[in-house]
């Protein structure tokens, strides 16, 4: 089964990740039937599925600062201040327009 993640990248087509740790989670026992090509190639895609998916974590984030952002701008300073005091502080001392470390850490 695949789905879809939409990103600014546009749409990755991937495993869905509910599957992958499904079949990751079997014992050893149950694996060695895969052998190792097997059990590399599940690696493999798993890897790129946990890939995917901080990818579109950073878009989302990326995009709720943007948002964030606006809300500022059109007057929430409040709000902004009291539910994301990091990007606040960043916004305030005139540092929105550059790149933020911190941004993921919503």
């Not at 990740?17 to 740790?21: A, R, S």
């Not at 946990?50 to 579109?56: G, K, Q």
């Given at each position: 089964?695949?789905?879809v993640l939409a990103s600014q990248k546009g749409?990755?087509?991937m495993t869905d990740?509910?599957?992958?740790?499904e079949r990751l989670s079997?014992?050893?026992a149950a694996n060695r039937g895969l052998g190792r090509d097997g059990l590399v190639a599940l690696l493999d895609e798993?890897?790129?599925c946990?890939?995917?998916?901080?990818?579109?974590r950073e878009g989302v984030n990326e995009d709720l600062y943007q948002a964030v952002l606006v809300a500022y701008r059109r007057g929430a300073t409040e709000w902004t201040r009291l539910n994301y005091p990091q990007w606040f502080n960043a916004i305030v001392a005139g540092r929105e327009a550059s790149q933020h470390a911190d941004r993921g850490g919503v």
């Open positions: 089964m695949s789905v749409s990755v087509e990740p509910m599957e992958l740790v079997y014992s050893a798993a890897a790129a946990i890939r995917e998916l901080v990818d579109s």
